[in-house]
């Protein structure tokens, strides 16, 4: 029988993760501030903890997936977080897309107790999460990235070692930029292209065997020409995706010119209030100031 794990963070992206660790037959201990979500994975036979340093007392490895750095943080090594629970040999895998450098200050901190620690941020959305489909991108110890090839599999289909602490994360940060950037071309060209008379179903038939194609396009038009903004990533998170983006590139001394400007994009969603819907709610603001309508919704 697998060995019993810890999951904290069951939202969006973290419920479903470990609902494939639980049909995989891995025994889970699992923590969420939200006892709603945490009572979902109960339901299916995991065990709730009161706080992350309780889960760690009661597992050898433990997941986190939470929204932002300072989560991380507080989960990891706050006042109730897993290191005051966690025992020396512990392994802590954050698969949260946080702050490289943090995940570095992260992984000395607990290496004073013994404990090791991953980073392992992941891609495919709500979607892929579900269906554990995930693409993991994991930085840390070779040999602990081995001992966790069974979590991995029962999560995702591609995994990849990239290197040493925080190079998970690095590499997250380049495909999410590609993504977001990319997202606002989608939108700005479906804009273009109505605005000029074209039937934007038309638009998708022409580019989707183009090449102008792109996972964006392919994957979010579709949803724009329906309205549906149902969100597999928020607007939220994808601003804060590219707060970390042009951070860490600040702290390279790397300019990201596209980068930088496509996120007043995602911040004027935001002050549209269109914070929570999918990151595809991007192209209400570009309508608005257009004059033109490409979704139902």
């Known amino acids: 029988m697998p060995s019993k794990v810890g999951f904290i963070g069951l939202g969006n992206m973290g419920g479903p993760m470990a609902m494939n660790l639980l049909k995989h037959g891995f025994p889970l201990v699992v923590h969420d501030i939200d006892p709603a979500k945490a009572k979902a ?57 946080i702050d490289p450098f943090a995940a570095r200050r992260l992984h000395a901190q607990l290496a004073v107790k013994g404990i090791k620690m991953l980073d392992a941020p992941v891609s495919g959305g709500t979607v892929r999460a579900a269906s554990g489909e995930l693409s993991i991108m994991v930085g840390g110890d070779h040999v602990a990235f081995t001992a966790c090839q069974d979590l991995f ?64 396009f392919e994957t979010r ?37 596209l980068a930088n400007l496509t996120q007043q994009v995602y911040q004027m969603a935001r002050a549209a209030g269109l914070n929570k819907q999918d990151s595809s709610a991007i192209i209400h603001v570009l309508e608005n100031l257009a004059g033109v309508k490409v979704s139902r919704g």
Request: some cysteine.
């Open 221 to 257: 038009v579709p949803k724009i020409i329906a309205g549906d903004f149902a969100p597999g990533g928020t607007v939220d998170i994808s601003f804060k995706d590219q707060e970390l983006e042009t951070a860490f590139a600040k702290q390279l001394s790397v300019p990201l010119l």
């Open 41 to 97: 994975l109960q339901d299916r036979g995991a065990t709730v903890a009161s706080s992350p340093a309780e889960v760690a007392r009661a597992v050898q490895r433990t997941i986190s997936m939470v929204e932002t750095t300072a989560q991380a943080e507080s989960v990891i090594v706050g006042e109730r977080g897993v290191i005051h629970g966690a025992s020396g040999g512990h392994l802590v895998i954050s698969m949260s897309t």
């Open 153 to 216: 599999k029962a999560m995702g289909t591609h995994i990849f070692y990239i290197g040493d602490i925080g190079q998970g994360l690095a590499m997250k940060l380049v495909n999410n930029m590609l993504v977001q950037v990319n997202l606002v071309a989608v939108c700005e060209a479906l804009i273009m292209g109505v605005k000029a008379g074209l039937d934007p179903q038309m638009i998708y038939d022409v580019v989707r065997v183009s090449t102008g194609n792109s996972v964006a």
